[in-house]
C-alpha cells in the first residue's frame, strides 16, 4: 500500500524512489496523535518478488503499533522506539520464518518540540543538516530480522527551525561510476550545498546526485530517499 505523507505543523516530510521499486527498500509514515508523526525507511533484504510477505507484515506492524505505543500524551518515546524496533524485528523474522536481513531508520517527529526520537538499526546514517554543518545519526543496535531479542538504542535529537534530516538507502550509497562508490561523503556534500530547502526537493537533489556521478541512470537496486525539513529561521541543532 503506497504510503501516505502526512501534513506537518511548521515541518514537512517527503520521500521519493528513483523508478520502480526492485528490492527491499520501503517507507512510511504514521500520524499518531496531535503533535507526533512516526516515519521509517526499512532496507529488507532479498528482491521485491521473494520479500514480499515479509515488507508486508513489517508495514503492517508499523502502521498498527505506533498508533498504540504513541498515542498517549505522556509517552516515553525512547521506550517506545525501543519496543516498536523490537515488534518489527519479530514481525520480520516470523513472517520469514528466519533470518531476513532489514536494517531500518525509524524516528518519532514531535512537532511541538520539534525533536526527533529514533533508532538505526543498522542502516545508513541519518544526517542532520543546520548552520553548523552536519551530524551522522549513526547506528544505534544491530540490523533487524537477525535475532529474535535484538534491541536498539532511541536516542533523541533537537531539529531547531531551519535545519533538515536526509535519509538515503544503501543502494544510493553504492552507486558505481567505474570502480567508485558514490558513498556517504558524496551524500554529505550535496546534502550541504543543496539549493532548493524544501523535503521533496532534498529528495530530489539526493538521487539525482547519484545519476550524475554514475553517468546513467542508478537501477542496479533500490535508490531512495526520505527528508525531514523544519521550517523557519535557521539556529544550532544539539544532539544528546
Do not use: W
Not at 18 to 27: A, L, N, S, T, W
Not at 54 to 70: G, K
Amino acid at each position: 500500500m503506497q504510503a501516505t505523507v502526512p501534513e506537518l505543523r511548521e515541518a514537512e516530510l517527503a520521500a521519493a524512489y528513483y523508478g520502480k521499486r526492485q528490492g527491499g527498500d520501503h517507507y512510511d509514515f504514521v500520524r499518531v496523535g496531535p503533535s507526533r508523526v512516526l516515519f521509517g525507511l526499512l532496507d529488507i533484504a532479498g528482491r521485491i518478488e521473494e520479500n514480499g510477505a515479509v515488507v508486508s507484515a513489517a508495514q503492517n506492524t508499523f502502521r498498527t503499533r505506533s498508533p498504540e505505543l504513541f498515542s498517549a500524551n505522556d509517552v516515553n518515546e525512547p521506550d517506545a522506539m525501543a519496543e516498536l524496533c523490537l515488534d518489527l524485528n519479530r514481525a520480520i523474522m516470523a513472517a520469514e520464518g528466519g533470518v531476513r536481513s532489514c536494517p531500518a531508520f525509524a524516528a518519532c517527529y514531535n512537532e511541538d518540540l520539534g525533536t526527533i526520537c529514533y533508532f538505526n538499526a543498522g542502516h545508513t546514517p541519518g544526517l542532520l543538516r543546520d548552520p553548523g554543518g552536519i551530524v551522522e545519526l549513526k547506528a544505534t543496535g544491530l540490523p533487524m530480522g537477525l535475532f529474535s531479542h535484538a534491541t536498539c538504542e532511541a536516542p533523541m535529537v533537537a531539529l531547531p527551525p531551519g535545519a533538515a534530516l536526509l535519509l538515503v538507502s544503501r543502494g544510493l550509497l553504492e552507486g558505481r561510476h567505474k570502480r567508485e562508490e558514490f558513498g556517504i561523503e558524496r551524500v554529505k556534500s550535496g546534502f550541504q550545498q543543496a539549493v532548493g530547502d524544501s523535503a521533496k526537493q532534498i529528495c530530489a537533489a539526493a538521487i539525482d546526485g547519484v545519476q550524475q556521478f554514475m553517468q546513467r541512470p542508478p537501477v542496479h537496486n533500490d535508490v531512495t530517499a526520505l527528508a525531514l525539513v523544519r521550517t523557519g529561521d535557521n539556529k544550532t541543532a544539539v544532539t544528546g
